[in-house]
């Protein structure tokens, strides 16, 4: 059974930055996907940044909305995924959730993770 922990959350202005990090504990996958989505309130949850490593590589998907500003990486040693977000908009405000997955395959597709977390809040200012 995987767990997945967010950490990191919290209330920035816009233009400034935040660190997610998601410790995972139990059956993981390296090879597997890992996920950011979000939710903002009274919208779907949307896929972020996606990444599977396969040995020294990582391949990575990004949402266009943060391509440029959001960093996803992964520290299979501690078995934690992060987010680095800069640049934040008040439009990147919404709830943070880290997913895995079994595809091994980069996929922003809710449907393809079966494990979440509970969530972090991260709310941006004008």
């Known amino acids: 059974h995987v767990q997945l922990v967010e950490s990191g959350g919290g209330s920035v202005q816009a233009g400034g930055s935040l660190r997610l990090s998601c410790a995972a504990s139990?059956?993981?996958?390296?090879?597997?996907?890992m996920a950011w989505f979000r939710q903002a309130p009274g919208k779907e949850r949307e896929g972020v940044a996606s990444?599977?490593?396969?040995?020294?590589?990582?391949?990575?998907r990004y949402a266009d909305s943060v391509k440029g500003r959001f960093t996803i990486s992964k520290d299979d040693a501690k078995n934690t995924l992060y987010l680095e977000m800069n640049s934040l908009k008040p439009e990147d405000t919404g709830v943070y959730y880290c997913a895995a997955g079994e595809r091994t395959y980069t996929t922003l597709d809710s449907h393809d993770y079966g494990n979440w977390g509970q969530g972090t809040q991260v709310t941006v200012s004008t």
């Open positions: 990444i599977v490593s396969a040995g020294s590589t990582s391949y990575i």
């Open positions: 139990g059956y993981t996958y390296n090879r597997n996907c």
